[in-house]
């Protein structure tokens, strides 16, 4: 050994020795790294990015230092290190050292809440209906909450940005309006105008054409027969000019050589965000339209609500599906039954090419009329050799009605290009010319406020009335008894105010939004170290409910005894039993299970027709499931292997392949059948949804988030300049054979070892969490469609940590009951990060895992989930920012 290198060693003997801070310090922790780490970890080597001599002196108050001796430790507990190849310190020896490292981490953990917790925007908006009683959301321009540490509620991602600020102002502005609303006069009109790109409109609704956007159909959902301005809301309640300027398209065809009577525009309102797969029967109706000529313009004026904007729908269009549930005033066209009748009777050669077409999901809508069409006109088509019997068109047009969900947005491109169809020109909407109370803004602001003003007496002097008022609005705003120099310092913005010549009313809204703009209000728990009543009340109703304390928690936060772990236990089975608490359910699960991701995701139309009906069932199967196991309190391992699960009729049946029948499209809790391949988190649809991609699996992916989310061991990020996993590259076939060609790197395969077997034990689910023995093979047949065949079998098998073997999914399901600590460990950090928002820090950590490991040797004595999280909640960790 060098002298250079023997000092360097001294040194890091002496650090580690600083590092325990262990009096006297045995020979044995301080030689375990010279011994059997620095040849892989010194600084020339660094195996790891672990640089044992850099670590050895760095500084603790960086949050790195304890995360990266933390890794140090984690791979000495788990015997990873030293690798197996290497010499192998004794059981005694390890013991030591993991011993002295986890005195020293305990030593070291602070809390890191040093940033202030910022409202986010949902908690926002529910703050905002709390406090007011109005109903509230942010406008559209509010920025999205960025995600940190897994969630959305995370100090450390809830920064305030120049934007937000401004956003706060107007929506401050906005929520006082919705109690005290603003005189008429105070709103100015606008033009807007709509060009034909510039409305919303879904695939088969809408298609633009030249200078219109042309409609077509009218079928059961808002979002697939309408178009609306996809910019345009209505900023207040009130009256506005609407001018459209539409045209017929009817050159008739073979297949529909005419288009009797008027076509009928109508105009409907609904609001902006309002859900796009709604019937058309729920939406408000302004006023219709006739077009009987080429080109018209109409002009009229309607009441549009605040956030509403103006939807056009072709009311007597052809397309109409039989499934529709019609409003009240629906005006008849033939059946689509017989439409597709009259139309293959006049086409025959129409007839021919659907004749022969196969109807299924790999129909392509604008594609599949393409190829058709060039079928229909082609020379080869031998026109006098079609069957054009009444028996032959009736077992077509029975195959295209049994098809129609495939079939429809086809017949839809035809008639984009061949008609009947409406053009829509342009729009313009001017306005508010008058602004407007509804009679339910009017009724509710009767009774709101009264309720706002009612601290002060309602037979007292308007300028009496400021301080108690505000007193009132403060408390509830800041989440604890305001100040007297908040209250004198508001109420003189309201004195000030109505010196100037305005209203109590007046001089009360601008307090309002002056409150909302506060700190006090927008950022909770500004108080470090252990929380006081009032702001475990916050945490504890923000963590459950999305919201700010209710009167009763509030009022036990005043009496002091919030902090009682009995009262405390009662507060939070008083609020997991509330209606609040689907708010913590939807959000919680939302992030942890990665369901949100279902509402971008649109699988692969091959795979399946994918209605709405199949995201609400793989979401509200997640939300029931763990409401359940909370409310029952059943154990840990009902997450795992339960016996029961929840769904509706498309999950139920279409994903599944169960047969159950459910009354008005709603969800049932059903037993999981002995040897069925769903239920579990490792089994559930939406969670294999949302870790593939809508077309193919992604093994890597659901091995990370098996890691992450119910093991709780996540790998590291991959090293800079990975590729990435392309499907079908350098000839391989199966996601196995191109993974093992992807990890063939060393740098790679520490991590893929972990990762690659539970991916792989979860093949046989497919990108829907349908069950599978083998991979789809994709081929065309000779009309270009694709067709499904059977490829390469499903190899799920793999070699987990440890060398233990994973055949499939059941053994992956076996290995997690086996380790249901490690579960409930994951699990219950989860639930600690979302609840104090942010990452616990080592010797919280080190609590949550000492709970957790009692509640699991109580569990066969009844112990279940809920009383884990009401033990977390007593908690040193969630009691202390």
């Known amino acids: ?59 603790w108050d960086n949050k790195s230092t304890s995360d990266r001796w933390e890794r140090v ?23 030591t050292a993991i011993s002295k490292l986890h005195e020293s981490l305990i030593k070291h953990s602070t809390p890191h809440g040093s940033v202030l917790r910022r409202l986010n925007t949902k908690e926002y908006e529910n703050t905002i209906e709390s406090l007011l009683g109005i109903d509230f959301s942010v406008p559209d321009e509010f920025p999205p909450d960025s995600v940190q540490h897994d969630f959305d509620n995370s100090a450390a991602g809830l920064l305030v940005s120049p934007a937000l600020m401004e956003c706060y102002f107007d929506a401050a502005t906005q929520a006082a309006d919705g109690l005290f609303p603003p005189k008429k006069n105070r709103v100015e009109s606008a033009l807007f105008t709509v060009g034909p790109k510039d409305f919303a409109f879904a695939e088969t609704a809408g298609r633009v054409v030249g200078d219109a956007i042309r409609l077509v159909a009218r079928t059961p959902r808002v979002g697939n027969s309408c178009i609306w301005p996809e910019k345009f809301e209505a900023r207040v309640h009130g009256k506005y000019k609407v001018r459209v300027s539409a045209s017929r398209f009817a050159p008739g065809s073979v297949a529909i ?43 009229c004026e ?36 017989t439409l597709i009748r009259e139309m293959l009777t006049r086409d025959k050669r129409l007839l021919a090419v659907w004749k022969d077409a196969e109807i299924g999901g790999g129909l392509q809508r604008g594609s599949a009329w393409a190829n058709l069409k060039k079928l229909r006109n082609s020379p080869k088509l031998d026109a006098a050799a079609i069957d054009t019997s009444k028996e032959e068109i009736e077992k077509v047009v029975r195959k295209l009605v049994k098809g129609i969900e495939f079939v429809d947005p086809v017949f839809a491109y035809q008639l984009f290009e061949e008609g009947p169809a409406i053009d829509i020109h342009w729009m313009e909407i001017e306005g508010p010319v008058d602004v407007i109370e509804s009679l339910h803004e009017k009724k509710r602001r009767e009774e709101l406020v009264p309720r706002f003003m009612s601290a002060a007496p309602a037979d007292a002097a308007p300028k009496d009335k400021v301080e108690p008022i505000i007193e009132q609005l403060l408390s509830k705003a800041f989440r604890r008894p ?59 109703s923000y963590f459950l409910t999305g919201g700010p304390p209710d009167d009763q928690l509030a009022a036990i936060a005043s009496a002091g005894t919030l902090s009682d772990s009995d009262q405390l236990v009662a507060e939070a089975n008083r609020l997991i039993d509330s209606e609040r608490f689907h708010h913590f359910v939807r959000n ?58 929840w769904g509706n009729e498309r999950l139920l049946n279409e994903i599944y392949g169960l047969k159950v029948k459910i009354p008005n499209g709603g969800f049932a809790r059903i ?62 076939k199966t996601i196995r054979e191109l993974m093992t060609a992807h990890t063939a790197d060393s740098k790679c395969a520490t991590c893929h070892c972990k990762i690659d077997p539970i991916g792989f034990a979860l093949e046989n689910y497919d990108p829907l969490g349908r069950w599978r023995t083998h991979y789809p093979e994709w081929t065309k047949n000779e009309k270009g469609q694709p067709v ?34 490690q579960f409930g460990v994951c699990l219950s950090e989860k639930l600690m990060t979302y609840a104090i928002g942010r990452r616990p820090n080592y010797a919280e950590r080190d609590e949550i895992s000492r709970i957790v490991m009692a509640n699991v040797s109580h569990s066969n004595k009844g112990v279940g989930f809920r009383d884990l999280l009401l033990e977390l909640i007593q908690s040193q960790a969630f009691k202390t920012r």
């Not at 890091?12 to 310090?25: E, G, Q, T």
């Not at 892989?40 to 850099?54: K, P, V, Y």
């Not at 430790?73 to 013991?95: A, C, F, H, T």
């Not at 629906?330 to 689509?336: A, M």
Request: hydrophobic share 35%.
């Open 1 to 59: 050994m060098t002298i250079c290198r023997y000092w360097r060693m001294a040194w890091v003997l002496v650090a580690f020795v600083l590092i325990v801070r262990a009096s006297p310090v045995h020979s044995e922790p301080t030689l375990f790294f010279d011994n059997y780490c620095m040849g892989c970890h010194d600084a020339t080597s660094a195996e790891g990015g672990i640089d044992l001599e850099a670590l050895s002196i760095a500084d």
């Open 73 to 95: 430790l984690k791979k000495l507990r788990k015997s990873e290190m030293p690798p197996p190849n290497e010499k192998q310190p004794s059981s005694e020896e390890r013991e």
């Open 257 to 299: 050589p005419f288009f009797e009577g008027p076509m009928q525009l109508r105009v409907y309102a609904q609001p902006i965000e309002n859900d796009e797969r709604k019937t058309i029967g729920t939406m408000r109706k302004l006023t219709e339209f006739e077009l009987i000529s080429d080109k018209q313009t109409f002009e």
């Open 302 to 337: 309607v009441e549009l609500r605040r956030t509403e904007t103006p939807v056009l729908y072709f009311a007597n269009a052809l397309i109409s599906r039989p499934t529709d549930h019609p409003p009240k005033d629906h005006l008849k066209t033939p059946t689509y039954e």
């Open 482 to 540: 305001a100040t007297d120099a908040d209250v004198k310092r508001y109420g003189s913005i309201v004195i000030g105010h109505m010196n100037s010549g305005h209203s109590l009313e007046e001089g009360l809204h601008l307090a309002i939004r002056t409150s909302l703009i506060s700190p006090q209000f927008l950022y909770r728990g500004h108080r470090p170290g252990k929380l006081d009543d009032w702001d475990l009340a916050t945490r504890l």
């Open 588 to 645: 919680f699960t939302g992030q942890w299970l990665g369901l949100r991701r279902l509402e971008d995701t649109t699988p692969d139309p091959r795979l399946i027709a994918w209605q709405d009906g199949h995201r609400k069932g793989m979401i509200g199967e997640a939300e029931r499931f763990f409401t359940e196991i909370l409310h029952e309190n059943h154990s840990l391992e009902t997450f795992i292997k339960p016996e029961f699960t």
């Open 671 to 732: 037993e999981v059948p002995e040897g069925a391949r769903f239920g579990g988190l490792l089994g559930q649809a939406g969670i294999l949804m949302a870790t593939s991609n809508g077309s193919q699996t992604q093994p890597v992916a659901r091995g990370v988030w098996v890691l992450r989310n119910i093991l709780g061991d996540p790998p590291p990020p991959p090293p800079p300049g990975t590729p990435t996993i392309e499907p079908d590259t350098r000839g391989t």
């Open 788 to 821: 499904r065949k059977n490829g390469a079998p499903i190899e799920a098998q793999g070699e987990f940590t440890g060398g233990m073997r994973l055949k499939n999914v059941d053994d992956l399901r076996e290995y997690v009951l086996a380790n249901i600590d």
